[in-house]
C-alpha cells in the first residue's frame, strides 16, 4: 500500500514547469529518498504534498487523503520538517514544544524528553539564539514527539555539519520502524546509509524509483579488456551507459547488471575480449551517471 | 475551544508589549477626552486656561492619531504571527484548523482591542454623567464600527507578509484615496450627490474584507485575495466615473410642482461695489459672488441651500456648466439678503466678464420646518438640555457659546436662535446692544441615522456658536447665563430645486475681490 501516491502532477509557476508529470508512489515503511539535482522540482513536489500549494493539474494521495483537503488534522499524522521553513523564531525550544503539544492528540511526553536529551536541546534557549544544526534538530524533535505515521524531510540536512547530520539519522532511524519517511535530498552520500527505496528526479519529473538495494544491485562499472585496441559497437544496448575507451580498454555502466546476462551481453557485442570486470558503484556515482546520460535507466 | 485559547496565549505570550502601548495609549485618550469636557474644546480659547491647555491638547492630538495606529499595529503584528502570505511558514503544516486560527486571532483583537475600548467607554460615559446601561446599543454600534474598521486593517494585515509590506500596502491605499478625491473633484457634481452608488460603496466596503480575511484564512490564496481587493477599488472607480450624478440629483431635489409656491424667491441685487475686472496673475480662477434679495419664507420655515448649479452660455455660443457643488448655508425668515458663489477658471472669466451672458443657476434646496419651540434661559453653569445632553456656557468670558456633551451621537437636529439685544454678557469697553430682533441663529443637524456616531470617544460635544448678526458687528452677543434662547429641533419636510435666469449677465460686475467664503447675511 502506498502512503504517498502522485498521478501525472504538474505545477506551473507561470512559464516554469516545476513538475511535469510526477507519478510517485511512496511504500508504507519505506525510508524513501526523493533525489535529484537542484531545480529537479522535489521541494515542488512536497509541498504539493503537504498541500502547501495545489498542483495545476494531476493528483496526490497522502495517508488516502486527496492532497488538496489536507489540512487541520491530518496534521496530526504527518511530521514535516524543511530546511527552508520559517520557525517561530522567537520562542523558546520548551515554549514552542509546549505550545505544540496540546495541538497532538498523540504528543508522547516521554518521547519529547528523549528527544530533547538525544539532540541535546537546550529548552530554555529561544530558536533565534540556535545554531543551524539545533534549529534543525528542534524542528526535527517538534516533528518526532508526537508519532507521525508520516515523516517528511525537504533537504533536511543541507549545510549541515556531519556530527549534526548523523544525530539528525539517527533521531530519524530510530523512528524508522513505526513511520514512513520520506526525504528529498541532492546530497547523495547522506542518504545512502538509511535509505530504503530511492527516487530520482531530473527536470519535474521521476526517472526512476526502486529499492535502494536493488539499484545499487544492478548496476555495475563495467572494464572490458582487449588484446588490442578495442573495437567499438556501432550501436551498444540501451541499458549500457557512458560507454568510453582508452587504449586496450572500454568502460561504460551497465544499468541492468546481472553477472551472467550481462557478461553474454558484453561477449556478444564485443567478441573474445581479454579481461572483463564489473565494479560495484555508490549511489553518487550511480547518479552522476544517471545526470550525465540524461536518460532513463530502468 | 482548546486550539483556539492555546493559540491565544501564545499571541499574548509574544504581543504583550504591542497589547500594554495599545492600552496606555486607550488609557491616555480617556485621561484626554474627560479633561476636554472639563476645559471646553475650543483651542482659540487656550490662553484663558493657561499653558498647560496647550500642551494638553497636542499631547492629546497626538494620542487620538497613536491610538488608532497602535491598534493596527497589535491586529497586523497578531495576524501576521501566524502569516497567511507565503509557503514557509511553520503553522501551515501543522495541525490548525483555519476556524479556530481565525477564530483565536479575532477573539485577541477582541479581548485587547474591543474590550478594553468598550471598558473605557462605559468609563466615560459614566464620568459624563451619563447612565451606560441606558446606552448599550450605542455602545455595541460604535463597537460594530470600530470593528468594521478595524476589518480593513485585518484584511489588509491578511494579504502581507510583514509590518513593511503592510506599510507600503496602506500607503497604495492612501494615494488611491487621494486620487479618488482628485478625480472626484474633476468630475462636476460627483462631490454633492449621494446616490445609489453609496450603497453598494458600503455594502462593498463591509463585504470586501470579510471575504478577503475568510479567503486567507481558508485557502490562503493570496493572489486572489490581493485581486479581490483590486477589484473593489476598480468597483469604486467605476462608481465614480459612471455615476449620473445630475440625474440622481435632480431625483433627490425635484423640480417644484406646478402650482406649488417656492420656498424661497430670490431676485438680483446689483454687486456691493464695482470691481476693476483685473484679475491677479497668480490666480488660476475667479470667484464670483452674486448678491439676491430673499423674501417669501414662512415664519416657521427653514431653506437650506444644498447646493448649486450654475450654467453659462455665452453669446458666442460658449457654454460652461459648474456641475453641482456643496453649499450648505440656511436662510431663516428674517434674512433678506443672500450671496450665491461660484468659480470660474481665469481663461473663462477674461474671455466672458464683458459679455452680456445668459447664466441659469439651479438651486438644490432642503425645506425643513421649525418645531417644538421651547424657550430657555441660559442657567449658571452645567444645565441639561433634553434630548441633547449636558451644557454650559463656555469659550470666551465676554461672549461665550453654549458647549454641550451628549452621549454616542449629537442632536440630529437642533437650533438655537436668540435674539441678540437679549443676550445677558456685559460686553466689553466700547460695546453696545444690538437692536432688538435683530436675531442670531445656529442650527447644528446630521443625517447619520445609527444609534451612535462613528468614533473612538462615546462623548460627543457640539458647540453652539455665536454668530453675530446684528446690524452692528461689534454689538454684544453670546449666551451668558440670563440669555433667553430659543430651543427648537426642525424636521426635514422636504427637498426641490428651483431654477433662477439671470439675461443679460455681466460675469464681470460680480466678480468677488474678498477673501470671504460664500455666506449668508
Known amino acids: 500500500m502506498s502512503v504517498i501516491h502522485t498521478e501525472n502532477l504538474v505545477k506551473k509557476f507561470r512559464r516554469v514547469e516545476a513538475l511535469n508529470g510526477l507519478n510517485l508512489d511512496v511504500p508504507e515503511g519505506a525510508v524513501y529518498a526523493l533525489v535529484g539535482p537542484n531545480g529537479a522540482g522535489k521541494t515542488t513536489a512536497i509541498k504539493i504534498l503537504m498541500n502547501i500549494f495545489g498542483p495545476t493539474s494531476g493528483r496526490a494521495e497522502v495517508l488516502g487523503v486527496d492532497s488538496a483537503r489536507i489540512a487541520g ?33 498523540s504528543w508522547d511526553r516521554s518521547l519529547e524528553e528523549e528527544l530533547i536529551r538525544q539532540f541535546d536541546l537546550p529548552r530554555d534557549r529561544k530558536l533565534s539564539n540556535l545554531s543551524r544544526g539545533m534549529k534543525m534538530k528542534a524542528a526535527l524533535a517538534s516533528a518526532l514527539a508526537f508519532h507521525p505515521k508520516l515523516i517528511l524531510l525537504d533537504e533536511p540536512f543541507t549545510g549541515l555539519d556531519p556530527l549534526v547530520r548523523d544525530e539528525l539519522i539517527q533521531g530519524l532511524l530510530e523512528r524508522a520502524e513505526e513511520a514512513t519517511i520520506l526525504v528529498s535530498s541532492h546530497d547523495l552520500a547522506e542518504i545512502e546509509s538509511f535509505a530504503s527505496h530511492v527516487g530520482y528526479m531530473e527536470e519535474g519529473q521521476l526517472r526512476f524509483s526502486e529499492e535502494l538495494a536493488h539499484l545499487v544491485e544492478r548496476f555495475r562499472e563495467v572494464q572490458v579488456t582487449f588484446d588490442g585496441a578495442p573495437r567499438l559497437p556501432e550501436r551498444a544496448p540501451e541499458n549500457w551507459m557512458q560507454m568510453n575507451s582508452s587504449a586496450a580498454v572500454v568502460r561504460f555502466i551497465e544499468s541492468r547488471f546481472e553477472t551472467e546476462r550481462t557478461g553474454a551481453e558484453v561477449r556478444g557485442v564485443f567478441g573474445e575480449v581479454r579481461d572483463v570486470t564489473f565494479s560495484p558503484m555508490t549511489l553518487r556515482e550511480i547518479f552522476l551517471a544517471m545526470a550525465k546520460t540524461g536518460r532513463n535507466a530502468g | 475551544m482548546k486550539q483556539v485559547l492555546n493559540i491565544f496565549k501564545k499571541d499574548v505570550r509574544h504581543y504583550w508589549h504591542e497589547i500594554v502601548v495599545s492600552i496606555a495609549l486607550l488609557a491616555a485618550f480617556a485621561r484626554y477626552d474627560v479633561r476636554s469636557w472639563a476645559n471646553g474644546s475650543l483651542v482659540g480659547y487656550a490662553y484663558e486656561a493657561g499653558s498647560f491647555f496647550f500642551d494638553s491638547r497636542l499631547l492629546s492630538g497626538l494620542v487620538d492619531v497613536l491610538l488608532p495606529m497602535s491598534w493596527a499595529f497589535v491586529i497586523v503584528r497578531v495576524i501576521q504571527g501566524e502569516s497567511l502570505v507565503g509557503d514557509r511558514q511553520f503553522w501551515v503544516t501543522r495541525p490548525y484548523e483555519w476556524k479556530k486560527l481565525l477564530a483565536a486571532k479575532t477573539l485577541f ?59 507600503l500596502a496602506l500607503l497604495v491605499v492612501v494615494l488611491y484615496l487621494i486620487g479618488m478625491g482628485s478625480l472626484s473633484e474633476q468630475i462636476p457634481s460627483s462631490s454633492f450627490s449621494s446616490s445609489i452608488g453609496d450603497a453598494v460603496q458600503t455594502a462593498l466596503l463591509i463585504a470586501t474584507p470579510l471575504v478577503v480575511i475568510l479567503l486567507q484564512y481558508s485557502r490562503r490564496t493570496t493572489a486572489k485575495s490581493r485581486l479581490l481587493i483590486a477589484g473593489f477599488a476598480a468597483v469604486l472607480l467605476l462608481i465614480l466615473l459612471a455615476t449620473p450624478y445630475q440625474t440622481v440629483v435632480a431625483h433627490q431635489y425635484p423640480r417644484l410642482e406646478a402650482g406649488h409656491q417656492p420656498p424661497v424667491r430670490f431676485s438680483l441685487l446689483p454687486p456691493d461695489k464695482q470691481p476693476d475686472g483685473s484679475v491677479p496673475a497668480d490666480e488660476k480662477e475667479v470667484r464670483i459672488e452674486i448678491p439676491f434679495g430673499v423674501s417669501g419664507i414662512e415664519d416657521n420655515s427653514i431653506v437650506s441651500m444644498s447646493g448649486v448649479m450654475v450654467a453659462i452660455e455665452a453669446p458666442d455660443g460658449l457654454r460652461w456648466n459648474s456641475g453641482w457643488r456643496s453649499l450648505g448655508w440656511s436662510l431663516f425668515s428674517e434674512n433678506n439678503r443672500a450671496g450665491i458663489s461660484f468659480t470660474v477658471k481665469k481663461k473663462l472669466f477674461e474671455r466672458i466678464k464683458s459679455l452680456p451672458v445668459k447664466a441659469d443657476i439651479w438651486l438644490a434646496l432642503s425645506v425643513s420646518r421649525d418645531q417644538n419651540r421651547t424657550e430657555f434661559v441660559v442657567p449658571r453653569g452645567e444645565f441639561v438640555l433634553p434630548e441633547v445632553g449636558f451644557c454650559a456656557a463656555r469659550g470666551l468670558s465676554y461672549e461665550p457659546d453654549i458647549e454641550c456633551r451628549s452621549a454616542l ?56 456658536g455665536t454668530v453675530n448678526n446684528a446690524s452692528n458687528a461689534r454689538a454684544i452677543a453670546g449666551f451668558c447665563p440670563g440669555t433667553p434662547v430659543v430651543l427648537s429641533h426642525p424636521e426635514l419636510l422636504r427637498r426641490t430645486r428651483i431654477e433662477l435666469e439671470l439675461n443679460d449677465f455681466h460675469l464681470g460686475d460680480y466678480q468677488d475681490r474678498s477673501m470671504r467664503s460664500s455666506a449668508w447675511r
Request: proline share 7%.
Open chain 1, 73 to 105: 488534522r491530518t496534521f496530526t499524522a504527518i511530521g514535516y520538517v524543511s530546511e527552508n521553513q520559517e520557525q517561530p523564531e522567537w520562542m523558546r525550544v520548551g515554549a514552542l514544544l509546549d505550545y505544540l503539544r496540546p495541538f497532538y492528540p
Open chain 2, 109 to 167: 483583537i477582541l479581548v485587547f482591542i474591543n474590550l478594553p475600548l468598550l471598558i473605557t467607554d462605559v468609563f466615560l460615559l459614566a464620568k459624563a454623567g451619563f447612565s451606560p446601561t441606558h446606552y448599550v446599543v450605542g455602545l455595541l454600534w460604535m463597537q460594530a464600527m470600530i470593528a468594521l474598521g478595524l476589518s480593513l486593517i485585518a484584511a489588509l494585515a491578511a494579504v502581507t507578509a510583514s509590518v513593511v509590506q503592510f506599510g
Open chain 2, 409 to 464: 451621537r449629537t442632536p440630529s437636529s437642533l437650533l438655537v436662535t436668540y435674539d441678540i439685544s437679549q443676550s445677558s454678557c456685559p460686553g466689553m469697553e466700547g460695546q453696545a446692544r444690538a437692536k432688538p430682533g435683530e436675531i442670531s441663529r445656529y442650527w447644528h443637524s446630521h443625517s447619520d441615522s445609527g444609534p451612535a456616531d462613528f468614533g473612538i470617544s462615546p462623548i460627543k460635544t457640539t458647540r453652539f
